[in-house]
């Protein structure tokens, strides 16, 4: 088991949905992940937060035993961000978004390397210099979002290079590769550097290239989805940490650690926040896992 | 293996997608249903053509040994539709819709029985007259769409009583039991009558009902959708070919009806009309059938 350094948002979420709406609720990208990722592996948490950052939500990282010491707090107000979903809620509409002391973030690095990297989305410039500051003996992994893939594509396509795993959603896929193909897009992908990619569906579940073969699965069926928010980075979270957990990549812990992924994510969309990854344990993961292979088996 | 009994249109189609046009070819629920089902068992199609159907467009109907004596032709032009892909090509925008003959088509029917009967998207009404008039002694298996559940409600919920297996879309689905929630809408449905029930999504896959139990499958990964016409239509007649060669009701064999479905389904849309589906064979279809199963294992 090795360990993984995450480095992304911790947010303060306000959101609303069918189910109702949620003010001030605990969320951001890397909480996300390190939450779902310590279900498999010791996972090292590096973000900043303003001065107003509630003290209930470190204690829900810390529950978690994920290590805090690359949590800087600094003057300001925590980056804060405003959804609403509709619909068939596969898409959040984004009401509000105030980066604060997330706008100015520069990673503090202390150690000279890590086993596992998990680049969530930030600005691509930054997840750079994140990778010439540290060396990842395992797996480097990343995010992004359609506004860098748009806005800064030159510093993305560099940082592919040096990625191993990538981990984006169909609409990123499409607009980073010009494919609307989704088999087109992982080959493209491929061709910018990352030989593992996972392309996410939300409720449609992923399609992923590993090793020159492509692997998909559908989302595992919820009937109440409350809240999307965190899903793909709790997908991220729950696949890579279980990576971390074996410490051996082949075609076959690939194919397991999207399973997990695709398990943990449909817990996490089963309430609002973090609050149902908060009522689960490992074993509650893996009877969810055996089901899942049960209904997809034929 | 027990014989099919297919009840729906043979059309004229114009088709645009981004990998061309193509004018006046071959399509029609039953055609692209039958050519389908037949790789698996016998098929008798029930239809209406105008004088003007092209001998050719019989004979690729005979070429798959289709018993055509239900085949119709009367006064007039044959059914004609024009559509066009673009984007994700997950759904058609219909330009054009001339039911020519098939507006008044009365279904003849001659036997008193059958094993399995597909009522594919026809007015419900004559769906119900069908059911009237021939007793089904295996599966009664049937298709709707948007314009009949939202016109013919109350008929089609009269037809659904009497049907064992619903194979849908995920916007009919939505539409016909106002539930945005695959999984609700599952059971929302199975409380109309059908027992087993298959909502297609299209390039996402399908979610499935049986017994009580959730299956669901992603789509066959393709690198080149030429064009989606009649993927639901060879979808229904790959799984019920397969069901009506099992002749076993049981979950395993729904479960394999489906991913033979989703197989079958991604041949046809691998080029237009039901040029694929012509060029393969019964073992085109196993050999991806194991690919399939291959690639979606973990």
Known sequence: MSEIVVIGSVAIDSVESPYG?????FGGSASYFSYAARFFAPVKLIAVVGEDFPPHFREVLEEQKIDLSGLEVRKGKTFRWKGKYEGDMNVADTLDTQLNVFETFCPTITQNSCDYLFLANIDPRLQ????????????VASDTMNHWIANKHDELMQVL????LLVINDM?????????????????????????IVIKKGAHGAIAFYGGDIF???AYPVDDVYDPTGAGDSFAGGMIGYLAEKDAMNVTNFRTAIAYGTVVASFTVERFSLERLREIKRETIEERLNTFRKITQF
């Open 21 to 25: 709406k949620q003010e001030e609720c």
């Open 128 to 139: 750079y210099d994140v990778l010439q500051k540290i060396k990842v003996k395992n797996l």
């Open 161 to 164: 290079k040096h990625v191993d």
């Open 172 to 196: 990123e896929a499409r607009l980073l590769t010009g494919e609307q193909n989704l088999v087109k897009a992982l080959k493209r992908i491929n061709s910018f550097g990352p030989s593992q």
């Open 216 to 218: 998909t699965l559908p």
